[in-house]
């Protein structure tokens, strides 16, 4: 097995248009791990099944599974029925050796993604953040314009859950998504960019060497 590689910050803008092709895949390096567990963390809205849509990729997904279990993607009971059967679904995939492997939840919290993490590394593959820094605001306007809308009050809720990931939980590499012309949330700036050992956006660089095809703006 590869040794670990140096925890990389990405830096990425959301489209005007979401008709944009994401930019072309770049090779996975000759000496990569045994392969890649990709987590969105993002409050709804924030554009994460957008960002893998764009991608072409089916991720591991709660609204996934609950069509698959329930016949209706707006169950709300058994919660931990579906993130447990979620879980198992990830382990089994790393048990098959597949090389990327896309988990689609708002992942808030440290606590919410340590389980993730734990597993991933216990596989020993790297685990990739894809972190939308979307504005409240930003979020609220495109809740109000969905069809399945989280109440305001929880999305309120959900925002003050929300803690940006930070190389130490165990990420090998974290991209942040943010919309044109916003600036980092005051968050992401204090617990992101203070804490990170590399920044570097330019495609094809290092910092960016080891992205999937998924992974890239
Ligand atoms: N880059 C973007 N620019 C403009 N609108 C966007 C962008 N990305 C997503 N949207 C719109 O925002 C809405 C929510 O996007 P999406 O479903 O991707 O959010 P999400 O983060 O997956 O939310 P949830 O956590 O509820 O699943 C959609 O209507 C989508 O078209
Ligand atoms: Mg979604």
Same mark, same amino acid.
């Given at each position: &097995? ?6 990389? *910050? ?14 072309? @895949? ?12 990709? *987590? ?19 991720? *591991? ?93 929880? &999305?309120?809720? &959900?925002?003050?859950? *929300? ?49 999937? @095809?998924?992974?890239?703006?």
């Amino acid at each position: &097995m590869a040794e670990p590689s140096e925890p990389r *910050l990405i830096h990425e803008l959301q489209p005007d248009s979401l008709a944009t092709p994401p930019a072309s @895949p770049e090779a996975v390096p000759s000496r990569s791990p045994r392969g890649y567990v990709v *987590l969105t963390i993002g409050l709804p809205g924030s554009g994460k099944t957008t960002w893998y849509k764009r991608r072409g990729v089916t991720p *591991l997904s709660s609204d996934l599974l609950r069509n698959l279990l329930f016949d209706d993607i707006t169950e709300q009971r058994y919660q931990g029925l579906v993130f447990s059967t979620l879980r198992s679904l990830l382990r089994a995939r790393l048990i098959a050796k597949m090389p990327w492997n896309y988990v689609d939840a708002t992942n808030l919290s440290p606590h919410e993604r340590r389980q993730w993490i734990k597993m991933a590394k216990s596989f020993g593959y790297e685990v990739h953040a894809v972190f939308f820094d979307v504005p409240l605001a930003v979020c609220l306007e495109r809740n109000s314009k969905r069809d399945r809308q989280v109440t305001d009050d929880v &999305m309120h809720k &959900m925002a003050e859950r *929300l803690r940006p990931p930070v190389f130490k939980e165990g990420f090998d590499k974290i991209t942040v998504v943010r919309v044109k012309g916003a600036s980092p949330s005051a968050k992401a700036a204090a617990e992101l960019e203070g804490a990170a050992p590399a920044q570097d956006s330019v495609p094809g660089t290092k910092a960016d060497a080891a992205s999937s @095809p998924a992974a890239q703006a």
